[in-house]
């Protein structure tokens, strides 16, 4: 029972456009949501965050966007550079424990 | 500054021994917790500690054990390993105050049970 879903495998865009990444959910309990990047052979790093009684969050080249009635959220980055090429992971929380996707491969394209 | 030290980064084991992937933090959080991640799977939780002295399982906790000795200290044993506990492990600690709600990753251990 998956309850954090990340649909796409791996996503390719072309360096200055905009990424999109996916994320849907099915516990409506969750209360945080979160995203992680990740390069080869390093811990995830944290990203950006968004409480579950918000629908958007920006941190400079990066927006997360809520939509509880779909229990859907999505990670926004514009523009998208080189360096953005990582494993995206959303991360949901429930009574401080973080349940993971399965992760988004994120390729920009020079 | 440090944030989450995770020993060692790379072993291989045979089927059946037993070690112990030791963690620790130094930004005075109250939770740690340990993770694996597997192709395809993402990052599941193994276990979790609230604060010293507590432990908590989470979603693939059999064939695990873990000790919070202190504060800083999060271990996590495998007491008969087998080849379907080859992974990468990762410990991972968060203040966990309301609102706060970052957890901080460490490198990684690459284990491989042959």
């Known amino acids: 029972d998956q309850q954090v879903k990340q649909n796409s495998p791996s996503l390719s865009v072309q360096e200055g456009r905009i990424s999109i990444l996916n994320c849907d959910y099915t516990?409506?309990?969750?209360?945080?949501f979160l995203w992680y990047k990740k390069y080869p052979a390093e811990g995830p790093t944290f990203l950006i965050s968004?409480?579950?009684?918000?629908d958007k969050n920006e941190d400079g080249r990066f927006t997360v966007f809520l939509n509880k009635s779909a229990k859907h959220l999505s990670l926004h980055i514009v523009p998208s550079q080189p360096g953005d090429s990582a494993v995206y992971f959303c991360?949901?929380?429930?009574?401080?424990?973080?349940?993971f996707g399965t992760g988004t491969r994120l390729t920009i394209i020079p | 500054n440090a944030g989450v030290t995770q020993t060692p980064k790379f072993q291989v084991l045979k089927t059946g021994q037993s070690m112990t992937l030791q963690c620790a933090q130094d930004?005075?959080?109250?939770?740690m917790y340990w993770y694996r991640q597997d192709p395809g799977m993402g990052l599941r939780l193994i276990y979790y500690?609230?604060?010293?002295?507590?432990?908590d399982k989470g979603e693939v906790p059999n064939g695990y054990n873990v000790s919070r000795l202190n504060k800083r200290e999060f271990s996590l044993r495998l007491e008969s390993a087998a080849p379907s506990q080859t992974s990468v492990y990762f410990c991972?600690?968060?203040?966990?105050?309301?609102?706060?709600?970052?957890?901080?990753f460490g490198q990684g251990t690459r284990l491989t049970v042959v």
């Open positions: 991972a600690s968060s203040r966990a105050q309301l609102g706060n709600t970052e957890a901080f």
């Open positions: 516990n409506s309990m969750f209360d945080y």
């Open positions: 500690s609230a604060s010293e002295g507590t432990t």
């Open positions: 991360a949901a929380r429930k009574n401080e424990k973080l349940t």
């Open positions: 930004m005075n959080h109250n939770s």
């Open positions: 968004i409480s579950s009684i918000k």
